[in-house]
């Protein structure tokens, strides 16, 4: 719901309205349009009577939002969000790119890629201290350890880290170590976890759903924000398709969508969207080109040996190449 108030309706005679609404367990939202003042209402507002509301001479008329996901959408919210995380910004004409390896081996090694990576230009260090995986004999992680080994690397390069949370066990170490927290494909719906998360109040990365939709994405970040977490950056990451000549397939045409529906950053994935390293590139370009606000990109020092995902993943030297395309991309489309 959204209440659209007179021209020139002063603060004062506002407050009676948000007075009243506070005491009718809904979420309370400003909005500033270009000649009018708003109110936007998300939550259960079934029980909220127009007729009520339009008795206070400040309001002019109700509008009834359709979209379920009231506080992503960009009715309430028609200004790009921009996110600072680590003193880095996000969104609204800021680009950054996440770079990392999959799974956090040793302190050695994840030093070693966050030098190469921050002298390539990437803004966040990426990587996984807990991995979820498909198989139950597939490495996982190394937990708390590999946290660790990210801050020494946060430390010693000033690359603010991203890496992903499995269990509501982790809250707390996640709440004082991790700069944007990541929730993963496989836990996009969990939505237990997804309301724990937001009630930190920390930058969040949502990574789309395995076979997740559009509005599916929007309503796990809407799950995120009524808790208390507005700062959200939206991740395609591919999908699961009929196609097998990827792992995923990698739906670029959703970041124009995402960013006409809402009002939050749009990060791609396309190391785990493609599963090759060798379309990486092309696919990282072309969602610079289509808009995306960030990407995230998987970089291992040594591929072949990875532990995980070595496949996707770019050396070094590789990466470096790319960020020299991407610059002159974002050049061209600005």
């Not at 003193?87 to 190469?116: H, M, R, T, W, Y």
Request: hydrophobic content about 40%.
């Amino acid at each position: 719901m959204i209440i659209i108030l007179k021209q020139g309706a002063t603060d004062r005679e506002i407050e009676p309205i948000r007075n009243y609404l506070k005491t009718q367990n809904v979420i309370i939202q400003d909005i500033q349009g270009e000649t009018t003042k708003m109110i936007g209402l998300a939550g259960d507002t079934s029980k909220i009577a127009e007729d009520s509301l339009l008795t206070f001479n400040s309001v002019e008329r109700i509008m009834r939002v359709q979209e379920p996901y009231k506080l992503a959408g960009r009715k309430f919210h028609p200004q790009d969000t921009v996110i600072e995380a680590g003193g880095v910004k996000v969104g609204g004409g800021n680009f950054a790119v996440a770079a990392g390896p999959c799974s956090v081996e040793s302190e050695e090694q994840i030093l070693a890629i966050a030098k190469d990576v921050k002298t390539s230009g990437a803004k966040f260090l990426r990587g996984g201290a807990f991995k979820p995986r498909t198989s139950p004999y597939s490495f996982m992680g190394l937990g708390l350890e590999g946290l660790e080994f990210l801050k020494i690397a946060r430390a010693k390069t000033g690359l603010p880290i991203v890496t992903e949370i499995m269990s509501p066990q982790y809250l707390e170490a996640f709440a004082e170590n991790v700069d944007i927290i990541q929730i993963g494909a496989r836990n996009s719906q969990n939505f237990t976890l997804l309301s724990e998360v937001g009630r930190l109040k920390k930058p969040v990365l949502l990574k789309r759903g395995i076979s997740g939709t559009i509005e599916e994405l929007l309503m796990s970040a809407e799950y995120l924000m009524a808790a208390g977490s507005p700062d959200i950056i939206l991740c395609e990451r591919g999908i699961r398709t009929f196609e097998t000549a990827t792992r995923n397939t990698l739906d670029l045409s959703a970041v124009p969508v995402l960013k006409a529906k809402s009002h939050l950053p749009v990060f791609v994935d396309p190391s785990h969207g493609t599963g090759h390293w060798s379309l990486v590139e092309s696919m990282s370009l072309a969602a610079a080109a289509c808009g995306a606000d960030g990407l995230e990109i998987e970089v291992h020092n040594h591929p072949e040996a990875a532990l995980s995902d070595g496949a996707q993943s770019l050396t070094p030297q590789v990466f470096d190449r790319l960020m020299r395309k991407m610059e002159r991309v974002r050049e061209a489309i600005a």
